[in-house]
């Protein structure tokens, strides 16, 4: 095995190119990613105690710069965690808002349900074979422990007014449908801009669009530039923002629900598409 292109979350050398990834984590949460994400593999440096955000539970205490060695899709994932964290909780805590100031929002609670998992490479692969999908938010009644809709959650440094196009991977349509099919509830795709200043994860803004209403705006279906795997491209003029979630005139209506059991969302549809994609 060559040490430079070893890389820890795979635990193996991974004949690509690797770099030195540098988190700034407590000591616990440091733990935590050694073992469950990094195969046990402890930082190659560690540097000196700082009071800054930790980038893994995205709380301000002592941290220590960490540094190991990972291939580029292992950096990005592990990245990632605290990024998607940061989202979720973002759109937590607006709900919380939202509903101080829409009666007809009071009993309605946001759950995680799909929490972030560090896990080693190995690990992801099986996971993410798993059919037993979960949406990142469910809504639920407080007074009967009811399901009522969905929320899978997508984040990117960008506003979507900022944006040409808005980029959903494939696989993530797939794992949409799946829990969609499972639950058979209306179902939203939300985008929360997340920004890194300096070294730290900062969540900005929101915007959603109904699972429904994609396929209209799906513009291409291309593979991403230097990756294998493919994506749908929208039109950003599908979302809304968050402050005209609950306000829509059909939210929560009875014939949303309705067709969220009668039929199944397409997400992309456009003419001339990939055969070779297939999202059933
Ligand atoms: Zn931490
Ligand atoms: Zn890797």
């Avoid at 690990?123 to 469910?138: G, I, W």
Wanted: with cysteine; proline share 5%.
């Amino acid at each position: 095995m060559s040490s430079f292109d070893f890389c820890a979350r795979h635990n193996s050398s991974v004949g690509k190119k690797t770099e030195l990834k540098q988190l700034n984590l407590c000591d616990q949460c440091a733990r935590e990613l050694s073992s469950k994400a990094f195969n046990g593999n402890s930082p190659v440096k560690t540097g000196e105690e700082i009071r800054a955000q930790c980038q893994f539970c995205l709380e301000e205490k002592p941290v220590r710069p960490r540094f190991w060695q990972l291939c580029t899709t292992c950096s990005r994932v592990v990245e990632g965690y605290g990024i998607s964290k940061a989202g979720v909780n973002y759109l937590i805590s607006r709900w919380t808002e939202l509903r101080k100031l829409h009666r007809h929002l009071q009993d309605i609670e946001l759950k995680i349900t799909d929490p972030v998992k560090p896990m080693s490479y190995r690990q992801h692969l099986s996971a993410s074979r798993s059919k037993k999908v979960e949406p990142d938010l469910t809504a639920i009644c407080r007074k009967n422990d009811q399901k009522l809709f969905l929320i899978e959650v997508k984040t990117g440094p960008n506003a979507i007014q900022d944006m040409k196009e808005f980029q959903l991977d494939i696989g993530d349509c797939k794992h949409i449908l799946r829990f969609f099919k499972r639950y058979r509830l209306p179902t939203y795709v939300f985008h929360v801009q997340v920004v890194r200043e300096q070294e730290t994860i900062k969540p900005k803004d929101a915007w959603w669009v109904d699972v429904f209403e994609m396929h209209k705006y799906c513009k291409d279906i291309r593979g991403r530039p230097k990756e294998y795997r493919a994506a749908a491209y929208y039109d950003p003029s599908m979302f809304r923002h968050i402050s005209e979630f609950p306000t829509e005139s059909k939210f929560l209506s009875q014939e949303v629900k309705r067709r969220a059991e009668q039929e199944i969302p397409r997400l992309i549809g456009i003419q001339g598409s990939n055969p070779r994609i297939k999202l059933f």
